[in-house]
């Protein structure tokens, strides 16, 4: 087969860090190639030279076997690159045919638009991919994977014959996934390339032809999916033997800590119920994971039980003692602590360094605040003592936490929550955007957390994690509560179609 | 070599406000030659009418007082989210509010001096209180609401004083306040007065407000991430409020301070906008306390070493405004200066886009 693409000696560097160090590797024409590795492996600094968003120091790409300079996008789209990217940039208020269409519009005459060849275009490309995209649907009434599919749509319109796909599974359901998978095939068949960006080695596995694997900015091995193993992928990328381990069992389970009784909560901007009557309990010793698809009411359920959301209904007890309407300082000082879902927003004063970010929350307790004066002798000390523990990574406890890489931000904040004991921990995807080594870091603290007797409260995206940590798994769906069972009696399949709205009597047996 | 890279860019934050100050004058350099003049010898005028005798110098001196209030008050709010521009209309009205103080009543030294700068830092206070409350339970934004407020303020303090408090001549100014409520005068002959004392207590509590005490913590986490503070059980709308009414106070104590200390009077339209300088101040002196000494200090030099320059140098009054114009454009484009300061520090590009986002 051809090679429709090439890289030579690609070299990218960011001050002192090499982000690209002479990447080489070949891409088959018609072949799907999984670019994989950890956060920080250089894999999007790549596509974005690939796009011509930046230009690299050093080296060739070459397209077809011709060496070429792409300086921006509109080089690269010209060459036949199309980028999907991980964040959208779709107009939501404009319908699927003009986004798709956008900057390239069918005209009747230069100051008309052609709207019904827009939307005949639109179609006629839709259907020979099989997207089932609706042409005429505005964009903000679609859903994130059909968001997805427009993007795919805009890049087959301007030709595209090389599609990078950087992270495209992480805001899709599985059967959202599955069904990217089979368009991706689709586009295969039809003899478009593929560069599918990832580190989920399981949908590597199961869509790749090729894979190469990159870490610390260099490629270590490029390698045909048949020779190769999740294990042995784990092992290029990071380095080492890696365990995707299983957690051991609850192994004692007390007395219910936290009570959730009949929450109701409507959104203050456009008033619409955002939990409706949410009940469950978790108790000492126990995960309880809450699966769902993002936007169903995790983060509403979480401000609500730190007393953020205002509850139109409903109780929340802690041990038996009624917290409801208590202010976020209370709820925090009796015994709740929380991972919040957006590490830099709610979890870190980014500008905050270290040793302030490990008492955040802590300010007016002892031993940071006696008499309203602060103690930054007992604020550093703290510090140093959890960065030791917790093996955080930073020069020192004067870093700026803004300065941190993810995993290492992240481990302040579990650092800083799991240090006091909270009876009940709130963890709000605690794993998002994170690498293998620091994913297993923050599970194993949860584990521990719980071993220790104390009851936590998972909430996440990905199924996986929520089958592997949880004793129970709850799922939400628009704000409601739709089932609670044993990890053991489900599956991810069933608690897919679960977060989709579906119940267990549609489930075939 | 090494070592001063090393010192500047651990010190890029000082190094940039210092090369935007030295850019401003080289700036003014290039104009004076443009206009045949010598700049190093109007430098010379300058440095020697802001420093060049004790006089001159107690005289810059009680230039910063005012000055260095009220950048202290636009800290003290811009630390903890809150944009306080309506600090010029608190000052007029803490400084007529103490005027009326001073004059009104007759007092032991020791209580009306005190009560009167009390009753200007309330004055200020509580005007500051009404962008506060529209900010935080109306989300007004507070730029707008608080320059706006500054003219009620003006026109306020210009309608007393002409229709409400009795005048003494022809100048719009209020009676002077009574003995027990001025300040000492340090340097007889000059205008430096016991007033430096109250400003060096401001900085330093005002720093001690901030860096040591919970309170401080709480308003610089609001003032970073109020989505995180609020998280973490910090009641952001009640800080915002305390840290406008600080803010407010302050400024209202500036006003106070230059009528017990100058003026001995409410005299209308004293103040040759303090309060807005004071945000310049602010922005040179990084936002700190005590580097607003530092920049404080060169304002106020600004405004006695170019009356110097302007009578021996030759230079007309124009030029004089703008070269203050300068120095405020070039400090307020520190940001750029700082991008450029560190590529060529560093050999790097700062630019957000090139940070890896792997």
């Known amino acids: 087969m051809a090679t429709i693409l090439e890289m030579r000696g690609v070299i990218k560097r960011f001050g002192d860090v090499l982000a690209n160090d002479h990447v080489e590797f070949k891409v088959e024409k018609g072949s799907i190639h999984s670019i994989v590795g950890e956060n920080g492996a250089g894999k999007t600094t790549l596509m974005n030279i690939l796009y011509g968003l930046y230009q690299a120091d050093a080296g060739d790409i070459l397209i077809n076997g011709e060496k070429v300079i792409i300086k921006d996008p509109s080089d690269a789209i010209r060459l036949g690159i199309g980028s999907i990217h991980q964040h959208f940039k779709l107009i939501p208020a404009m319908t699927v045919a003009e986004n798709v269409m956008l900057g390239n519009e069918p005209r009747k005459n230069p100051f008309m638009l052609d709207l019904k060849e827009l939307n005949d275009q639109t179609r006629r490309l839709s259907d020979q991919y099989g997207l089932a995209v609706d042409p005429e649907t505005l964009v903000e009434d679609i859903s994130v994977g059909i968001r997805q599919r427009v993007e795919i749509l805009k890049a087959l319109y301007r030709k595209a014959n090389l599609l990078i796909l950087d992270e495209p599974t992480a805001l899709l359901t599985p059967q959202e996934t599955e069904d990217l998978f089979r368009i991706i095939k689709r586009l295969r068949a039809d003899g478009k390339t593929i560069l599918f960006i990832s580190h989920k080695l399981k949908e590597i596995m199961e869509i790749s032809d090729r894979v190469t694997v990159m870490r610390d900015g260099k490629v270590v091995d490029t390698v045909e999916k048949t020779d190769t193993s999740e294990v042995k992928l784990a092992r290029l990328m990071v380095g080492r033997d890696v365990f995707l381990k299983t957690a051991h069992p609850s192994k004692k389970i007390g007395e219910v800590i936290l009570k959730a009784d009949h929450l109701s909560a409507v959104s203050e901007l456009h008033h619409r119920p955002v939990l409706s009557n949410v009940s469950f309990e978790v108790r000492a010793g126990e995960i309880l994971g809450i699966a769902g698809i993002d936007g169903n009411g995790q983060t509403e359920l979480v401000r609500a039980l730190i007393g953020l959301q205002k509850l139109s209904e409903g109780k929340i007890y802690l041990s038996g003692q009624e917290i409801t309407r208590l202010p976020v300082k209370e709820m925090r000082d009796v015994g709740i602590g929380v991972i919040p879902e957006d590490r830099l927003v709610e979890g870190l004063v980014v500008d905050f360094n270290v040793q302030e970010n490990l008492c955040l929350g802590q300010q007016r307790n002892e031993p940071f605040s006696k008499n309203g004066l602060f103690d930054w002798k007992a604020v550093s000390s703290n510090a140093e003592n959890l960065v030791e523990k917790f093996d955080i990574r930073t020069p020192n406890i004067e870093h700026l936490a803004r300065l941190l890489s993810g995993g290492n931000q992240q481990k302040v904040i579990v650092a800083r929550e799991i240090f006091h004991a909270p009876d009940m921990m709130i963890a709000a995807q605690p794993t998002r955007g994170l690498d293998i080594a620091a994913t297993d870091f923050v599970h194993e603290e949860l584990i521990k957390h719980r071993d220790r007797g104390k009851a936590v409260l998972l909430l996440s995206l990905s199924l996986e994690e929520i089958m592997l940590l949880s004793t129970r798994i709850a799922v939400i769906y628009k704000g409601e509560i739709i089932s609670i069972v044993n990890k053991e009696d489900t599956t991810v399949e069933d608690l897919g179609l679960l977060m989709l709205g579906g119940s267990y009597e549609h489930i075939p047996a | ?358």
Not at chain 2, 68 to 97: D, H, M, P, R, Y
Not at chain 2, 178 to 191: E, H, L, S
Not at chain 2, 202 to 207: C, E, F, K, S, T
């Open chain 2, 1 to 358: 070599m090494e070592k001063a890279r090393k010192f500047l860019e651990k010190n890029e934050a000082i190094a940039t406000s210092v090369l935007a100050v030295i850019l401003a004058f080289i700036m003014v350099a290039i104009l004076l030659l443009s206009t045949g003049r010598n700049p190093i010898q109007a430098f010379g005028y300058f440095i020697r009418g802001a420093f060049g005798t004790v006089y001159n110098f107690a005289d810059t001196v009680s230039r910063v007082i005012p000055l260095l209030i009220a950048a202290i008050a636009f800290i003290i709010g811009a630390k903890c989210s809150v944009f306080n521009v309506g600090i010029e209309g608190q000052l007029l009205l803490g400084a007529l509010t103490s005027a009326v103080i001073g004059f009104g009543l007759d007092l032991p030294k020791a209580i009306h001096l005190p009560l009167m700068l009390l009753a200007g830092a309330l004055a200020g206070g509580l005007y500051a209180l009404i962008p506060a409350w529209l900010k935080v339970y109306r989300k007004v934004n507070e730029i707008l609401s608080t320059i706006m407020l500054n003219y009620p303020a003006f026109f306020f303090t210009h309608y007393i004083v002409l229709n409400v408090t009795p005048l003494e001549g022809v100048i719009p100014a209020t009676p002077f306040i009574k003995d027990t409520a001025k300040f000492v005068n340090i340097f007889p002959g000059t205008r430096l007065h016991a007033g430096v004392i109250v400003t060096i207590l401001v900085v330093i509590l005002a720093n001690f407000l901030l860096k040591k005490t919970s309170l401080g913590y709480e308003m610089r986490a609001v003032g970073l991430n109020q989505e995180a503070a609020r998280f973490h059980g910090i009641p952001v709308e009640k800080r915002m409020m305390l840290a406008f009414f600080l803010s407010g106070c302050l400024a209202g104590l500036a006003g106070a301070v230059e009528v017990a200390g100058v003026h001995y009077r409410y005299l209308d339209q004293f103040s040759p906008g303090y309060g807005y300088d004071s945000i310049t101040v602010a922005m040179v002196g990084l936002m700190n306390p005590f580097g607003a000494i530092f920049s404080a200090t060169l304002f106020g030099a600004l405004k006695t070493g170019i009356v110097d320059m302007a009578v021996f140098a030759e230079i007309p009054r124009q030029l004089i405004t703008l070269i203050n114009g300068i120095v405020v454009l070039f400090v307020s484009a520190k940001s750029l200066i700082r991008s450029r300061f560190l590529e060529v520090v560093k050999g790097k590009k700062t630019d957000a886009l090139e940070k890896e986002t792997a």
